[in-house]
């Protein structure tokens, strides 16, 4: 197999994936030759074959001891669509992507959440603008809000509303998932111009979530950036309590 997509030392490529994925049949695991290149690491993402609004879920590629790498199944034994994604240390990375029947069940998706509001230093903050993402949720709720704070060091805080409209379900834009992006969804955002948030005190900050998935409330709290998500700043990963439900 050929990437769709990569970028090596001093030259990139970007396409579209094979259309249609090539097809590896029914297996209880897949196993790649050996890569030829040192310092590279792989991960995968399995999505219902043929159902883009399905729930993705990401796995890890595992290297045995002679270098080969191998793929194991998530979910419930069915037909996926499997894109496999690499990087190399400072080398670059690859895309590409196949079919697969698995034959043998594997963990399911657990919920995660990341937030986003802040980015900058704590000595120069900028507004990122207001990010709120939550994805494999048992199902897709009805309604859904969100009170964002943001407090700083010495006690000052904002806070920030957001609310899909309550006259009509949430979108479904992938199934289990809800998300909040402003200023796109500006007029969803109640308490004080956005912009205001930039005026906090000095940091570091704490970031107070309430969120109310069809009449439930769970709460999280992340510090930021002590709590940024490597290789995805600004944001920050949210763990609520209780746990948000998970797919069964």
Known sequence: MRPSSYCFLSGCQDGPDADPLPDLGAAREVTFDKYPLDGWTFTASFRAAGKPLDRSQD???SRSSDGSLTLRPVGRPGAYDVHIFGRGEKQGDLSTGFRWTTTAAGPLPQPEARLSVLSGTQDRIDMYGVELFISNLATTPRTASAGITVRSSDGKAVTLNAEHDKNRPVPVQVEGTVSWDAPRFLPAIKGGPI???AA???GPYT????????GAHYAATARWPADEIPDGAPNV?????PPLRAPR
């Open 59 to 61: 796995a890890a590629v």
């Open 195 to 197: 912009p205001g948030v």
């Open 200 to 202: 906090l005190g000095k």
């Open 207 to 214: 970031y107070e979530i309430d969120l109310v998935l069809d």
């Open 237 to 241: 990963r949210l763990a609520f309590t």
